[in-house]
C-alpha cells in the first residue's frame, strides 16, 4: 500500500511541478505572502473572474492555491493557504497598477463560492494521512493554578478541574445533597441521603436521539452535552433543565451546533461548547454549519461564511464552531468559528488556547473536482512536513464574547490538554519532537500574550517522549520515559530564560501528576523492568516527590499496587480521581491483577500477567509527613470471580459529602463511611 502511496505521490509532485506557462519577470512582480495582504488596484476587480485575473506563482509557474475577498471593487484580501514563509512569490494579474501592503484585519472565508472553493480543493488534493506518531492520550496530566478544584476543604467534593474557577464537564456531578450521574444514556437524579438514598428522576434520551457524554450542574440548573441525529444532520447539543423539584426536571434551554461534539468549559455562569463540523459538497447541500438557540428561535440558522475566520497555515475541510451562552440569562448564545481543527483546548478565565496537530503523510489524488480546473498553471501544494507540527490559537473571552487574538506554531506534538498552561500573561506548553522521525527529545516553550516566543528549553531527554507534565506556578515538571522514569525539574520565574534545575531517574514513570503543595507532587503511573533493554509494565505505582531541593528532587515515598495487568481509569481520565487536601484524602477506581510468586516469568523470563483479584475502588490517606497509606477498599461486586471483570458493577467515579464517600458503577450507588470504611448503604440503579 504505501509503495502504490509513494507512486502516487511521485507523480502528483510531478503534475505540480510542472509549468505550463512561461513565468512572468519574476524579480519585478516579486511579492511577499507570509501574510495576508490587501491589494488596491487601479481598475474596477470583477468577482466572477478575479481567480483567474490574479494569480501567485512560485519559482518555476506554479499556482499559490489563496482566498480572496473583495474589500471593494478596486480593493482585495488575499490569505494565503498555506504556511509561505520559505516559498518565493511573484504576482501574475492583468491588473498592472497596483499597491500591496500587510492586512491586519480579521481573516474570513467571505462568501459561499470560497467556502466551495476550498471544499473542492481539499477534495482535489485529497490527501491520505499515515500518522506514525503514537496516539496522543487523554487527560493525563494535572495544570496548576493550585486549582484542582477537587474539594480543598468543602463539605462535598468536585469534579477534579485544571484551572480553578472553569469547570469541566463529567458523568458525576453533586451539590452536596444530590448526586447527578450520567449512565447508559440516561441521566438519574439520587437524593444523597446516606441512610435512605432515593432515585428522585432518570432523565431519558433514546426518543430525542441525543446521546450524552458529559453533564454539568449549577445550583438549579443541570446541563446534559453531548452528539444529537436528526433530519437535519448530525449536532452538538446542550439541553439545560431547571431541577427545582428534582422529580420533575424541566427543560429551559436547548442550544445545538452542527457537528460533533469536541469539548466544552464552564466558566462563572458561562458555558461554553466547542464543536467540529465537517465540509463537505453533496449535490446543493449546504457547506456551512447550521445553530439553533431555543432561547431565540426553534429554527435553525446557517453560520454565514463571512462570519467563519481563515487563518494562514494548513488548512482544514472542518469548520470549528466555539458557541458560548449565559445559563442564567435569556440571552442569545455568541458564536466564533474558523476553519481548522481542534484536538486538544485548555482554558484560563480569560483566555481560550486550541491546538491542532499536523502529521506527515503522503498525497494521492484520487477524486476528480467537480469543476474542472484550469490547468493553464499547476497548483502548487504545500510542502510535505517532514515533521509533525502543532498549531496554538489563542482567542481571548469576555463572558459570552470569544474573538481572536494570536496563533504561532511549534515542532512537535503535544500529549493533551495538561500540557498547556497560562500563568501571568504568559502561555507554556510542554510537546515532544516528531516520535517517527529522528527524536530530538522534548521541549517547553513559552509565549506571551501576543503568541510570540519568549523562551524555550529545548532537547530535555532525547529518545524519550513525555509521560506527563505539570505547571506550579514559576516551575514546571515533566515526566519523559524510555527504560527509566526521568522526573525533570525546570524554572519559568523568567519567561525569555527558562532553567532546568534538576532531574531524578527511577524506574517506572507517571502518567499523571498532581498538586500536594508547593514542594511536593503525587504521581500516578506505572512501575516497570526493563528486560534485554526493554521496558516492561508491571503494576501501578503512587510515587509523593519532593522537590524542596528543586535541584535534587528525591522520591519520599512509593506506594505500588498488584502486578502486570492492574489498571486504574485515572491513569488516562484525571477526573477519576477523588482528592481533598484538607482530609488528606485521595481515592480512585482501580482493578488489581496478582501474578502467583512461582509465576513471575514466563519461560523465556518476561513478566506475567496476574489474575483479577480485586475490582472496585483504594481510598488513601497523603500528607508531606507520612506520605501514602491504605486506607480501606470498596467493591460493588459481591461474589467475586477472579477471572470475570464486571462493567456492570466496575466503580465509574468516588465523590464524599460529609463523612460519607459515595461510590457510583452502572449498577448500585453504595454510601461508605469515611471513619470506619464500612458499608452503610446502598441503592440499585
Known amino acids: 500500500m504505501k509503495k502504490l502511496v509513494s507512486l502516487a505521490l511521485a507523480a502528483a509532485m510531478t503534475f505540480m511541478l510542472t509549468s505550463v506557462n512561461p513565468v512572468p519577470n519574476f524579480a519585478q512582480d516579486r511579492i511577499n505572502l507570509d501574510k495576508p495582504l490587501l491589494m488596491q488596484f487601479n481598475d474596477k476587480l470583477n468577482k466572477d473572474t478575479v481567480y483567474k485575473d490574479i494569480r501567485f506563482l512560485d519559482e518555476k509557474g506554479n499556482e499559490i492555491p489563496v482566498l480572496i475577498n473583495l474589500k471593494s471593487d478596486k480593493e482585495a484580501i488575499v490569505i494565503p493557504l498555506y504556511d509561505m514563509k520559505d516559498i518565493k512569490v511573484s ?4 491588473y498592472k497598477q497596483y499597491k500591496a501592503s500587510a492586512y491586519e484585519g480579521e481573516t474570513v472565508v467571505g462568501d459561499a463560492s470560497n467556502l466551495k472553493r476550498l471544499s473542492e480543493m481539499s477534495q482535489r488534493q485529497n490527501m491520505v494521512m499515515y500518522d506514525m506518531m503514537p496516539a496522543a492520550k487523554e487527560e493525563s496530566v494535572m495544570s496548576m493554578d493550585m486549582g484542582n478544584g477537587a474539594g480543598e476543604g468543602d463539605s462535598y467534593s468536585s469534579t477534579n478541574v485544571q484551572v480553578e474557577g472553569v469547570d469541566e464537564a463529567d458523568i458525576v456531578k453533586t451539590d452536596g445533597e444530590y448526586i447527578y450521574y450520567l449512565k447508559d444514556n440516561q441521566v438519574v437524579i439520587i ?6 438514598m432515593k432515585k428522585m428522576a432518570t432523565i431519558g434520551y433514546l426518543e430525542s436521539a441525543l446521546y450524552p457524554s458529559d453533564i454539568y450542574i449549577d445550583e438549579n440548573l443541570l446541563m446534559v452535552v453531548g452528539n444529537a441525529y436528526n433530519a437535519k444532520g448530525s449536532f452538538t447539543k446542550a439541553v439545560i433543565y431547571d431541577v427545582t423539584d428534582k422529580s420533575k426536571p424541566v427543560v429551559k434551554r436547548v442550544l445545538e451546533q452542527e457537528g460533533y461534539y469536541v469539548s466544552s468549559r464552564k466558566n462563572g455562569d458561562n458555558l461554553h461548547i466547542i464543536s467540529s463540523h465537517y465540509v463537505y459538497d453533496y449535490g446543493e447541500g449546504n457547506l456551512v454549519p447550521k445553530v439553533k438557540d431555543s432561547a431565540v428561535s426553534s429554527e435553525y440558522k446557517e453560520v454565514q461564511p463571512s462570519k467563519i475566520m481563515i487563518y494562514p497555515g494548513y488548512p482544514s475541510q472542518s469548520i470549528i464552531v466555539i458557541s458560548s451562552a449565559d445559563i442564567k440569562k435569556n440571552e442569545p448564545s455568541k458564536i466564533a468559528s474558523f476553519m481548522g481543527n481542534a484536538d486538544n483546548i485548555y482554558m484560563s478565565k480569560n483566555s481560550l488556547y486550541l491546538t491542532y496537530q499536523e502529521s506527515p503523510y503522503y498525497i494521492m489524488p484520487m477524486v476528480e473536482p467537480k469543476i474542472a480546473p484550469d490547468v493553464s498553471r499547476p497548483m502548487i501544494w504545500p510542502p ?14 469576555n463572558n459570552t464574547l470569544i474573538t481572536y487574538s494570536a496563533q504561532n506554531k511549534i515542532q512537535g506534538y503535544v500529549l493533551n490538554q495538561f500540557s498547556m498552561d497560562e500563568h501571568n500573561d504568559y502561555f507554556r506548553i510542554a510537546y515532544t519532537s516528531d516520535f517517527s522521525m529522528e527524536n530530538k527529545g522534548s521541549s517547553i516553550a513559552v509565549f506571551d500574550k501576543n503568541m510570540n516566543k519568549a523562551g524555550s528549553i529545548d532537547n530535555i531527554a532525547p529518545g524519550e517522549r513525555i509521560y506527563s507534565a505539570r505547571f506550579m506556578g514559576d516551575r514546571a515538571y515533566m515526566v519523559t520515559f524510555r527504560n527509566v522514569d526521568p522526573f525533570f525539574v525546570m524554572d519559568l520565574k523568567d519567561p525569555k530564560n527558562p532553567k ?3 532531574y531524578l531517574k527511577i524506574p517506572g514513570y507517571s502518567d499523571y501528576l498532581h498538586p500536594y503543595d508547593e514542594n511536593h507532587i503525587i504521581g500516578f503511573g506505572k512501575d516497570t523492568v526493563e528486560i534485554k533493554g526493554n521496558p516492561y509494565q508491571l503494576g501501578m505505582k503512587i510515587s509523593l ?5 528543586v535541584n535534587n528532587p528525591v522520591e519520599k515515598d512509593i506506594e505500588k499496587i498488584g502486578d502486570r495487568g492492574t489498571e486504574s481509569e485515572l491513569l488516562h481520565n484525571h477526573k477519576a480521581l477523588m482528592y481533598d487536601k484538607s482530609r488528606g484524602l485521595m481515592g480512585f477506581p482501580i482493578s488489581v491483577a496478582k501474578v502467583k510468586p512461582d509465576q513471575k516469568q514466563d519461560q523465556w523470563g518476561f513478566p506475567q500477567y496476574g489474575e483479577q483479584v480485586f475490582q472496585g475502588a483504594y481510598i488513601y490517606n497523603v500528607s508531606a509527613d507520612k506520605g501514602i497509606d491504605l486506607k480501606g477498599s470498596i467493591t460493588h461486586i459481591e461474589e467475586y470471580n477472579p477471572y470475570m471483570y464486571s462493567y456492570e458493577d466496575n466503580i465509574q467515579r468516588i465523590i464524599y459529602i460529609g463523612d460519607t464517600i459515595y461510590t457510583l458503577s452502572n449498577s448500585k450507588v453504595v454510601a461508605t463511611n469515611l471513619n470506619t470504611m464500612k458499608k452503610i448503604s446502598e441503592l440499585d440503579l
Open 91 to 94: 504576482l501574475d494579474s492583468k
Open 500 to 502: 532546568m534545575l534538576g
Open 384 to 397: 510535505i512536513p517532514r515533521e509533525t507540527q502543532t498549531t496554538i490559537k489563542k482567542f481571548a473571552i
Open 191 to 196: 437524593k444523597a441521603d446516606k441512610n435512605n
Open 545 to 549: 516527590f519532593d522537590v524542596t531541593d
